[in-house]
Every structure is written in C-alpha cells, then in structure tokens.
C-alpha cells in the first residue's frame, strides 16, 4: 500500500488531499501544527497517522519522516501544501511578518523534500509542492505571500533537475481562487464578485478539484511529468493584471 505525506492536512486543500489519497487506497501522514483540528480529521479517518509538527522546525521535519517510515514503512509521495496566506502591503510588512511567511512556505517546504528525497528515491516516489496563482502573476497585497510562491516554484524545477535521475518527479501545482472556508471568510462580497469577473470559468474552484490534479500528479498516469507548474485556476493566470476590488 502506497503512503505520502501530507502537510497543512487538518483542513481545507490538505484534508481533501488526504480524502482522495484514501479514496484511491494510499495511507496518509498527515502533518499539522495545530493539534486539536488534527485530531478531529483523524476520528473518521482510517489509514491514517496523526503528526502534529511544525515544518518550519528541522528537527521536527526528521521526526515527521521517521515517525512515517516507522509507521508505514515507506514514502510515495510528499506534498508540500502546508502555507501562511498572509496578505499586505509592503509598507506595511515589516521583516518578522516577511520571514514567518518565508519560514512555512518556503523553508518548510525545503526541509520536507531534502529530508524526504532519501525515502523518496527508495520508492521512486513523487513531490508535489502547492505554490498559487500568486507566484506566477504579480497581484496587490502579496509582497511576502506571492514571492514565497514564486520562490516555491523555482525550487520546483531544481528539484526536478536533480532528482530526477533517482525517479523522483517534482511538480507545482497553482492554485487560483479556491472556495475554502478562509477564503469566504477573509474575502468580501466585492471582492468575490471580482474575482468571479475575472475568471474564465466565473467560479471558485473547489478543493476537491484541487486534490484531483495534486494525486494526479502523484499517479502512474503523470509518469513523464516533471518540473511543471500546473495552474489550477479557471483560467485566471490567463487574464490581466491585478484586480480592482483588492486595491481599495
């Protein structure tokens, strides 16, 4: 039975990765800090091992993998999802609030791959980092966020190059504007009606549709895919620049 990691996996794009894992037999490490919201996943889950750490931490990214390949003997996949959306100005973000957002979704996700790689060239196994539509198209508000995601896809590509000869495959996926319960919470009603403007698809995507293409990628199906960036968006990084409604 195939096993990945994944990270930020208590709720949102993470949990419904998790879901699709299972639902096609893969076990799941499921890596959160936040312990409590963690627990509540697990208690209708099966196949499942709980790992409450933080990614940004070295030596608890050595115990997520440990304690994984203890519980289940190998690694098939990692996904990289877990991130700190935090929007502002860059006048605004001064370099505490710069590095927090830097450590999880930049830092952390160069700590679980180079820890994992070992596990993964046993298995010829799969990376998948969750980058966003944010790094690939400049957007307000995402001085911090945006360069972090833009970095995440850089360090996709390196990984790819040379990993690749172990048969490890690495890609991004980027999401754009995604119906999470964040996301409805933090964005205004004109804010969603802009969003909706600008997309081809005039939607929010569903994290269901995310976790779709993440475990594709993970898939025999995606078996010459390497170094990619899939944007997963309704066609945003297809439209212009910036949005109006997020300038105010």
Not at 72 to 78: P, S, Y
Not at 138 to 148: E, F, I, P, Q
Request: hydrophobic share 45%; proline share 3%.
């Amino acid at each position: 039975m195939k096993t990945a990691i994944v990270t930020g996996a208590a709720r949102g794009i993470g949990l419904a990765t998790t879901d699709e894992f299972l639902s096609r037999g893969w076990r799941v490490a499921m890596v959160d800090w936040d312990a409590a919201e963690l627990e509540v996943a697990l208690s209708t889950r099966k196949n499942v091992l709980a790992l409450p750490y933080d990614i940004s931490n070295p030596q608890q990214v050595e115990t997520i993998v440990r304690e994984t390949l203890d519980a289940f003997g190998q690694v098939d996949a990692l996904i990289n999802n877990a991130g700190v959306a935090d929007f502002g100005r860059i006048e605004e973000t001064d370099f505490d609030r710069w590095r927090r957002v830097m450590s999880i979704n930049l830092d952390g996700t160069f700590l679980m791959s180079q820890a994992a790689t070992p596990a993964l060239k046993e298995t010829k196994g799969a990376i998948v980092n969750i980058a966003s539509i944010s790094g690939l198209r400049a957007s307000t508000l995402r001085v911090a966020y945006g360069t972090s995601k833009a970095a995440v896809i850089a360090l996709t590509q390196q990984q790819a190059v040379e990993l690749g000869e172990h048969g490890i495959r690495c890609n991004a996926v980027a999401p754009g504007p995604v119906r999470t319960k964040l996301a409805m919470a933090v964005h205004t009603l004109e804010i969603i009606a802009a969003y909706h403007d600008a997309l081809p698809l005039n939607r929010y995507g569903t994290e269901a549709e995310l976790a779709g293409a993440i475990v594709f990628l993970c898939s025999e199906k995606a078996s010459y895919i390497t170094g990619q960036t899939l944007a997963v968006d309704g066609g945003f990084e297809a439209t212009g620049i910036g949005l109006p409604a997020l300038r105010g």
